[in-house]
Each structure stands twice: as C-alpha cells, then as structure tokens.
C-alpha cells in the first residue's frame, strides 16, 4: 500500500487535475452568469492542438502556450456568439463546438503534420518544471508539491483570485447577479450581455490554458481526441463544486487523483481497459450522489435564456 500511495502518485495527480481544474474554473464562470458550457471538451482539445501547432512552428514554448489561449478564445467568441447574441440554445452549441473541434483538430493533424492518429517529435520542449526553493528540499512534501509546470501553479493560484474576486468584489458580485436575474441586473444598469462575453472569454482562455497543460505539461504531443472527456469531466467538478471555485477545486482533485491511480495500477498487471474507466466510474457515481437542483435550475435558466 505504501509502494502504491508514495509522493510520485500525489505529484501526478496535481499534473493530472491541473487540465481539469482550469477548464471547470471555466465552466465555474460560465455558469456564474446563466450560461451552461457543456463545449469545455472541444475548447480544452484545441488549445491542446494549438499548443502543439504553436510549438512547432515557434520553437518558443510560451508562445505555444499564448497560441493555444488565442485558439481557445476564438472557439469560445463563437460560442458567445451563438448562445448570447443569436440566442441559440447553449447546449446544443457546446455540444455543436465539441463535434467541430474533434474534426477539426483530426483533419488539421494530417494537413499540417501530414500524419494519422497521433503527432510526436523527440526535439519538442514541453512545459518547463519549476523546483521551489525551501519546499524542494523537504522530503516527501517537496517530492510533490515542487517539479511542476508553471501552469500547475497558476492553477492553485486562480482557485483562490477567483474565489476573491467572485465574493469579495464588486464586479463578481454584478457577474453573479447578471446569472441569477438578468432582467433585475439590467434594471440596476448592469451590463449583462457585456458580463456574459467576459466570462466567455474568460472560460475560453482557462481552457487554452487546460489544453497547453495537456499537450505540452502532461507529455510532449498530441493524439487524435487525447481530452478522452476531460472537458465532461470537468463540467461534473462544476456541477458538485457548484460554481464556487474552492469547492470546483476539491473536486477536481477527486477526479485528478483517479486519474492517476488508474495509471498507476496498470504497474500492477491490472487490465488497462479497466483501469481506464476508474475516472469515469467516479463521475458517474459522484453524478448519482449529486443531489442539489440548484444547478439543473441554472441549466434550465439559461436555456430559457437562449430562446
């Protein structure tokens, strides 16, 4: 058991969850403002893509990272588009922006690397890994907590801005009451559809962030539909954090820490396929131990919303 639960499980499970942390924090603001981004999936899978384009062609890992926050961005001006100016209903759009991304990410692997299923080059730098002094050298703690990618760190670090920012400000507070009732917030000259484009944007660079992670923090390349419902999974760490950004945390850890049990278990001659549905398993548990309406209220809100 001690060989199973060591330090190196708990440091891959902060890489595993930082992917879905960032896209819940995502879908988390989203739903803030009555808007249900079931899209997470596709928006994660092109900033995955794009971080691997933008590697490529720059050599620069950072400006990867800004390429594929830039993808993500415009995927998620789409969604925007669609849900709050032509009044599409929100679901249908996400789940839309999931379809097109998979064929899109797939058909641009071949243009652009002119090869099937999976692109890999042996020269390309990933995400660089950060040793924290002080902490590095504590044992066991320092074996998890330090060696991670910048982006490991801004995800801890934007669980607790937006926290402040959601209940401590004044603009949070305007970004919720433009998702509990837009037409009050508009009477109080709230900007609603302004709010609802930011938080878009927002969702839409978290996501790039998510997709960088995965593609260039966890490995180094990129396979065709290499999300595997990542995007869904972080939609469920939405729905039992329900919107608040430390509870979308702790549950995003749930999530990361089956992630990387179910790989780590494949060291213990345990069939893979099994192994692999250890996540998928626990959200569809956590889903049927979700007990509050609340969230399906919002659903249901913003879909009337998009009429």
């Known amino acids: 058991m001690d060989f199973l ?3 190196s499980l708990f440091a891959s499970t902060l890489r595993m969850v930082t992917p879905i942390l960032l896209a819940a924090l995502g879908g988390a603001i989203c739903a803030r403002v009555g808007l249900f981004n079931v899209g997470l999936e596709g928006l994660v899978l092109i900033g995955a893509f794009s971080a691997i384009v933008g590697n490529h062609f720059t050599g620069n890992v950072f400006a990867a990272v800004l390429f594929a926050v830039l993808c993500s961005l415009l995927f998620s001006v789409l969604f925007g588009y669609m849900s709050i100016q032509l009044k599409a209903n929100v679901i249908v759009v996400g789940i839309a922006l999931n379809f097109l991304a998979l064929g899109l990410t797939t058909f641009s692997l071949r243009a652009i690397f002119d090869v099937k299923g999976a692109y890999y080059n042996k020269d390309m ?11 590095k050298d504590i044992p066991w703690l320092g074996d998890v907590l330090s060696g991670h990618s910048p982006l490991v760190y801004l995800s801890v670090l934007l669980v607790i801005v937006l ?20 037409t009050a ?27 960088a992670q995965l593609s260039l ?6 396979t065709e539909g290499m999300t595997s419902g990542r995007g869904f999974i972080a939609l469920v760490a939405t729905m039992l954090g ?13 999530f990361g820490f089956m992630d990387a049990l179910s790989i780590r278990l494949q060291g213990f001659a345990m069939p893979t396929h099994f192994t692999m549905m250890l996540p998928y398993i626990v959200t569809i548990v956590a889903m049927l131990f979700f007990k509050d309406k609340g969230y399906m209220q919002e659903a249901r809100k913003s879909n009337e919303s998009s009429r």
């Open 5 to 7: 639960l060591d330090a």
């Open 125 to 135: 730098v990933g995400l660089p890994k950060w040793d924290i002094p002080v902490l």
């Open 163 to 182: 926290q402040l920012f959601l209940f401590k400000t004044v603009t949070g507070f305007r970004l919720l009451a433009a998702g509990e009732n837009p």
């Open 185 to 211: 917030a508009k009477s109080l000259g709230i900007k609603v559809t302004r709010i609802q484009y930011g938080a878009v944007l927002m969702c839409g660079v978290l996501c790039g962030l998510a997709g």
């Open 217 to 222: 923090g966890n490995v180094t390349m990129f």
């Open 242 to 254: 329900q919107s608040n950004p430390i509870g979308v945390a702790a549950s995003s850890l749930l």
